[in-house]
């Protein structure tokens, strides 16, 4: 099977190029903040630089880890699920479910190490930038000169395949122990119950970010760069939990909009309402980093422009501690949410691109090629809509306790912008996506399409 996996990858690259596209980023984001440490090992490093790149090191890795296995796991997911129909021709030929589990995991691997390597010159140049950007806001010693060691290599590659490997143990459990009949079934309509370890996953994510909103508001308010800590955290775990449910969310937003869209959208409406409610699981995947970009980006921002006007407020400067924290929140959060970003555009094009076919058969069976691309639209309009509002959501365990805790108020005293802006580039990256890929699959001539 690793032999077949192997082949698997040298025929059909474009089915996994999403997928290494997320543990190329991935690695190239752990190996750059890993690399401080090997940093913080020079020679001339002093005892207050050492602090802040361990620090950095650490945070980033930490969420990195947590974010990367998050992604892998949901673009091999959408593989696997693109790949139903050879699943089950596996499956009916007599191979065994360990085997099946073995070629999804042996991909995995074979991708993550591809992946590392060629991450390596970019975690180079993308450690250097960061150390020239906390040299120059003053938090690390001019005399501290980048080093790339063992420690960004090891990290980086290992984390990188740890994540890959984990993610496809969970990919290929589910997919490896359904019944011939039932992968025939799931194939044909797109459709899955979700696990019971998914479900149960999401609610211990989403108790932990409650559990750190609520420490955020009993903590020593006198301590800004702990309850900051905690409350940065909260909506990153709300965020993850929220995107676990994912499915569940859309199939009820799709319930609750449903009538109303069919009514006003036509052909259009129509053909987006079934889709939706047949294919919950695989728009689901894609609505993932929809909530994930949302509830972090704001949570965050908001939280460091509360801070801000705290201070100010206060009538006092910024000490040298804020100020560094300020610039980390900024960087880990920057990376983080475009790692987000990128990972939403990423799986939007892999999942519509897979859908060439059914854009030609629905074509062929009468449907114009400007109803094709309304459909898509009306699509990418549920799937920005329903990211943006969980996303809100999330980033709610961040701004509230975080604003009760500085301010005494519950309400924040921010400007709206912010959010306004995260949500703009969440709507306009999801509709550019989807709509973009699609019209360029509308290009190709229906028949050669669907027989594709």
């Known amino acids: 099977m690793i032999s077949l996996a192997l082949r698997s990858l040298r025929h059909r690259p474009g089915g996994y190029l999403a997928s290494f596209l997320v543990l190329f980023l991935g690695s190239v984001m752990l190996m750059s903040f890993a690399s401080l440490l ?3 090992q020079g020679d001339a490093v002093d005892t207050g630089s ?8 650490s945070v980033v890795g930490g969420w990195g880890l947590l974010l990367v296995v998050f992604a892998v796991t949901s673009t091999l997911t959408l593989a696997v699920q693109q790949r139903g129909a050879d699943m089950v ?3 009916s030929a007599g191979a065994t479910p360990a085997q099946v589990g073995r070629m999804i995991v042996g991909e995995a691997a074979v991708l993550a190490v591809a992946a590392s390597v060629c991450a390596i010159p970019w975690a180079i140049f993308g450690g250097s930038a960061l150390l020239d950007v906390l040299i120059d806001t003053d938090q690390v010693a001019p005399a501290v000169s980048y080093s790339f060691g063992p420690i ?5 590659t290992v984390i990188t395949l740890v994540a890959a490997t984990l993610a496809a143990l969970v990919t290929a459990r589910r ?3 359904m019944r011939v009949a039932e992968a025939s079934a799931a194939t044909a309509n797109g459709s899955r119950r979700m696990g019971r370890i998914r479900i149960a996953a999401a609610v211990l994510f989403l108790a932990g970010g409650v559990n750190l909103g609520v420490m955020t508001i009993v903590l020593d308010h006198d301590k800004s760069a702990e309850i900051m800590q905690t409350a940065g955290s909260a909506s990153i775990l709300v965020a993850i939990g929220l995107a676990l449910l994912a499915p569940a969310l859309m199939r009820g937003v799709t319930a609750l909009l449903g009538g109303p869209l069919q009514r006003l959208g036509g052909v259009s409406g129509y053909l987006t309402v079934q889709n939706v409610r047949r294919r919950a699981d695989r728009i689901g995947t894609a609505l993932m980093p929809v909530i994930l970009f949302t509830g972090i980006g704001s949570g965050t921002f908001y939280m460091q422009s509360i801070e801000n006007a705290a201070t100010a407020a206060e009538g006092v400067a910024k000490t040298t501690e804020q100020r560094n ?9 920057g990376t983080v949410v475009l790692f987000a970003c990128i990972m939403l555009v990423n799986v939007l094009i892999a999942a519509t691109t897979h859908r060439s076919r059914e854009f030609g058969q629905q074509r062929l069976i009468g449907a114009t090629p400007r109803q094709v691309l309304r459909m898509v639209t009306a699509e990418g309009v549920l799937l920005a809509l329903t990211g943006v509002l969980f996303g809100s959501l ?5 701004v509230l306790p975080f604003t009760l805790a500085r301010t005494d108020d519950v309400v924040p005293d921010a400007p709206l912008a912010i959010h306004l802006s995260i949500v703009a580039i969440a709507a306009t990256a999801t509709l550019l996506a989807s709509v973009g890929t699609a019209w360029r699959r509308m290009r190709v001539p229906a028949v050669e399409a669907a027989t594709a």
């Open 38 to 40: 090997d940093t913080a």
């Open 50 to 57: 050492e602090e802040t790149l361990t620090t950095l090191a």
């Open 89 to 91: 021709t596996l499956r």
């Open 152 to 156: 960004g290599l090891g990290t980086g």
């Open 175 to 177: 997919t490896a122990r």
């Open 325 to 333: 924290i300020e610039t980390l929140n900024f960087v880990v959060i």
């Open 394 to 398: 999330a980033s709610l365990a961040t």
